[in-house]
């Protein structure tokens, strides 16, 4: 019966829960409260994977993975306080500035999948990607629909500014997709320069200040001045691979 009802949460669960109610462990009731339960696990699991899967975020990184001792100049009542998720209801934007391997991408990422454990949909890109994207569905006669999909998210994160130079119509598709997301979604971004320094990622001085204007609007920014993590790994390798000296004989 359970499989005619598509429950396959509660069939799979069911014949340990009757073997505890047969044995006086649990009541008529709270089997049948297990079973649903079991079946609402199983259907928010699977959910989530989807939303996970559609997210295109790179890597699972939560925030219980995160190292603050290694970065003392996190606050870290800033970033529990975010990872409830307020500032996503409030549909404001995060911003975590500094220096490559710091750790900006890994809190991004676990404020995504905070969101997505919430039943939030959300999506990744690196701004080259996203800009790419967005200059393919121009092309295509596509751009409004494109970016009706990207402001569909209630968080979408954008990776890597300052990484790689984006043309003024790539700045131009990037101010129109804030503009877009403005007081209706949630962006979190992450860049490994300071705001001083956009105008010359996005080549238009102008730009960057419309755009960053729009950002701060409603913003939380997240300032990381702090060692980087893969320099900390690569040291460790090399300190691995050091010849040890030869044991006297």
């Not at 089997?31 to 989807?50: D, F």
């Not at 409030?90 to 220096?99: D, F, S």
């Not at 009706?148 to 954008?158: D, E, F, G």
Request: with cysteine; hydrophobic share 45%; proline share 4%.
């Amino acid at each position: 019966m359970l499989a005619d009802l598509r429950m396959p949460g509660a069939l799979e669960a069911v014949d340990g829960i009757l073997a505890r109610a047969d044995g006086g462990a649990a009541t008529a009731t709270e089997a049948i409260e297990e079973l649903l339960e079991a079946q609402i696990a199983l259907r928010n699991n699977r959910r989530l994977e989807t939303a996970m899967r559609a997210s295109r975020l790179p890597a699972v990184k939560t925030l219980a993975q995160f190292d603050f001792a290694f970065q003392p100049s996190i606050k870290r009542e800033q970033i529990e306080s975010l990872h409830e998720l307020g500032f996503v209801e409030r549909a404001e934007n995060v911003v975590l500035l500094g220096p490559p391997g710091v750790g900006k991408t890994h809190l991004a990422i676990s404020l995504a999948i905070a969101a997505a454990e919430s039943g939030r949909r959300v999506y990744y890109g690196t701004l080259a990607d996203l800009v790419d994207s967005l200059a393919e569905a121009k092309t295509a006669g596509g751009l409004a629909r494109r970016l009706r999909i990207l402001t569909h998210p209630a968080l979408l994160v954008v990776d890597e500014i300052g990484y790689l130079p984006v043309s003024r119509d790539g700045a131009v598709l990037f101010f129109q997709l804030v503009n877009a997301r403005h007081e209706r979604g949630s962006t979190v971004l992450t860049s490994n320069k300071g705001f001083e320094e956009w105008g010359g990622v996005l080549g238009d001085e102008v730009m960057a200040a419309a755009l960053i204007d729009r950002l701060l609007h409603r913003c939380h920014i997240v300032n990381i001045r702090a060692n980087s993590y893969r320099m900390r790994e690569h040291q460790d390798l090399l300190r691995s691979e050091e010849p040890r000296e030869a044991a006297p004989v």
